[in-house]
């Protein structure tokens, strides 16, 4: 745990890109309004005979700072990547900042699968003729080297892999760099990890992705702590927070969406997909501890919540045994499925939409809940203060992250 204070770092900027809408005025109208867009997926390389089913981007507008061949060349992880911080750029008046007191994190590694699968495909019985580009874009660096061109970046960027908890361990790193002082201005990014047909196969094989069962209608295979779940439904998408202290944001007189109160990360020392009821409790009890709260201050939990069958089970027990069965609770992943890497962004942007609006979105498919004591937010949104919320994220290989946030005005 750092040793100075957690309570003096904001939220001043907001990007967002999903299959439910780009930037945040879409999203957050899709959002509230209980909309998805689950099918079976029709992008090139996501389908090898299968009827894989997830929520894909269907509208992409390139920025202006980015030149026509760099958008042409770049894979799809690339662009949905500029497009959204674009969004958190500008929102946070980037362009006023120091470029050299800026640093970018982004959540994901090997981002640009299905990019990558097509390519083999396309040149495998002609290997001399690989692009050159080949040589770049297979590297976790890419990314980052596209946005710090593109957006004048000097201060430092580099990527973290936490599976499933990429996002929101992106998040902790860029809070660590603003408060050791490396920069004065962190972007955290959850990128979007666009799989292919062989990581589809991959995770439907080892039951964490949903299977085909709802095929035939694919908007209601994305069931969180539903009794008829059978695994998660992938999302595309792609979250950008930008994270800095009270004093710089007001130098650009940028918005601050909410204070960062504590969070915690930990390890089950455990290689393999399956949950830790232990490791969740953990990171649970330490960012309440770190923000100074304890359970009953929590007005709002948005869960991991991916609709797996042994994952959910497991996430509410620690929710329970925590303290925490009176807070509200509401599943993002059934809107837009579950990004991924993207996940533990994007998640916590709809816990500061909805903490800022004091209103939560509804669950979808939540017809019989695995534990209807809970205080669900079901089929219809519902208004509710919000003070104190607080946002997990898991991943394969034993990573547990837990993020609390507290609305300005309680905090002032």
């Avoid at 299959?19 to 689950?38: D, E, N, P, Y």
């Avoid at 201050?297 to 329970?320: C, F, K, Q």
Wanted: charged letters at 20%.
């Amino acid at each position: 745990m750092p040793n100075c204070k957690p309570t003096d770092l904001y939220i001043t900027g907001l990007g967002v890109t999903s299959s439910i809408g780009q930037g945040v005025g879409s999203f957050s109208a899709a959002m509230f309004a209980g909309r998805q867009k689950f099918t079976v997926m029709q992008r090139p390389g996501r389908q090898h005979g299968n009827a894989f089913i997830g929520a894909e981007i269907t509208e992409l507008s390139s920025p202006e700072r980015v030149p026509a061949k760099i958008w042409r060349s770049s894979s799809l992880s690339g662009q949905v990547a500029m497009v959204t911080l674009e969004e958190a750029w500008q929102d946070a008046n980037l362009d006023q900042a120091d470029p050299k007191r800026i640093g970018l994190v982004i959540g994901g590694s090997n981002l640009q699968q299905r990019d990558l699968v097509q390519l083999y495909e396309r040149y495998r019985d002609k290997v001399s003729f690989v692009p050159p580009s080949y040589g770049v874009s297979f590297l976790d660096s890419d990314l980052c080297g596209l946005c710090t061109q593109q957006f004048g970046i000097q201060g430092f960027a580099y990527t973290v892999g936490g599976a499933s908890a990429s996002g929101q361990v992106a998040v902790i790193q860029a809070i660590q760099a603003v408060q050791s002082g490396q920069v004065d201005t962190c972007i955290a990014m959850g990128a979007m990890l666009d799989i292919s047909y062989w990581e589809c196969q991959a995770l439907q094989s080892l039951g964490a992705m949903g299977t085909e069962r709802y095929a035939h209608d694919p908007a209601k295979a994305c069931r969180p702590f539903d009794q008829g779940r059978d695994g998660f439904i992938y999302g595309e998408n792609c979250g950008v927070l930008v994270i800095e202290r009270a004093e710089t944001a007001a130098l650009r007189q940028a918005a601050r969406y909410a204070k960062i109160s504590g969070w915690a990360m930990g390890m089950d020392a455990n290689r393999n997909p399956n949950p830790s009821y232990e490791g969740e409790v953990r990171v649970i009890k330490e960012a309440l501890k770190h923000a100074g709260l304890s359970a009953k201050d929590i007005d709002y939990i948005n869960p991991h919540g991916t609709g797996s069958p042994a994952g959910d089970d497991v996430e509410l027990r620690a929710l329970r045994d925590c303290g925490l069965s009176h807070a509200s609770i509401n599943a993002t992943k059934s809107l837009i499925g579950h990004g991924l890497s993207a996940a533990g962004t994007i998640e916590l942007i709809a816990t500061v939409l909805q903490m800022r609006a004091s209103r939560m979105h509804p669950t979808l498919n939540l017809i019989e809940p695995i534990d209807p004591s809970l205080n669900w937010v079901r089929e219809k949104e519902a208004s509710r203060l919000i003070n104190h919320a607080i946002s997990l994220s898991m991943g394969f290989g034993g990573m547990n992250t837990a993020v609390c946030l507290q609305k300005i005005e309680s905090a002032e």
